[in-house]
């Protein structure tokens, strides 16, 4: 199994159908969340990230809005495990960086809780439901 992968900031106007095939996947059919909330209207204004397999295959994407709202990480579940998730959160830390946020939040399915605290991401506040998943708000300080 390859394991080798590229991450950096996708071109959204070149690179949309390729997000939006990895979140379709990930979200919609793995873990049926609603068309109409996955399709939210803020992409376009929105930074997105990328990761490429070596063969070229798209495996995984998050984003982030100019509040330094990051969301949207999916990488699709035979690449789990192998970074690709860690590698998307930094490509958007250093963009929040770029733009010099002062702070990156999120709002985390509490499954995932762990790969956020593993990156220093702070829980804040209770656990509320969204998308019909439960959800904790994180935050991280730059
Ligand atoms: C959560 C997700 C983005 C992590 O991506 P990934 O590529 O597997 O992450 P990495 O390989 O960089 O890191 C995995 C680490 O996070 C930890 N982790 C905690 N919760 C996890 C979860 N639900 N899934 C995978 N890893 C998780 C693992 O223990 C692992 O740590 P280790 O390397 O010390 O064993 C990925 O599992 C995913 O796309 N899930 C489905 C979509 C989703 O739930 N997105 C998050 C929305 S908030």
Redesign the pocket.
């Known amino acids: 199994m390859e394991t080798s992968f590229t991450t950096r900031e996708a071109n959204w106007q070149e690179e949309e159908q390729l997000i939006y095939q990895i979140r379709l996947t990930?979200?919609v059919i793995?873990?049926g969340v609603s068309q109409s909330i996955e399709w939210d209207g803020v992409d376009d204004s929105c930074r997105h990230a990328i990761s490429v397999s070596e063969d070229g295959n798209s495996i995984?994407t998050g984003r982030i809005k100019q509040s330094g709202h990051i969301?949207r990480?999916?990488?699709i579940k035979a690449?789990?495990?192998?970074?690709?998730?860690?590698?998307?959160l930094n490509q958007l830390i250093n963009i929040a960086k770029d733009s010099q946020l002062p702070k990156v939040y999120?709002?985390?399915?509490t499954?995932?809780?762990?790969?956020y605290s593993?990156h220093n991401f702070i829980a804040e506040g209770p656990i509320f439901m969204e998308a019909g998943i439960p959800?904790q708000r994180m935050s991280l300080n730059l």
């Open positions: 990930v979200f793995e873990q995984g969301g990480i999916a990488v690449w789990r495990g192998k970074g690709v998730g860690t590698a998307l999120l709002n985390s399915q499954h995932a809780s762990n790969f593993q959800h």
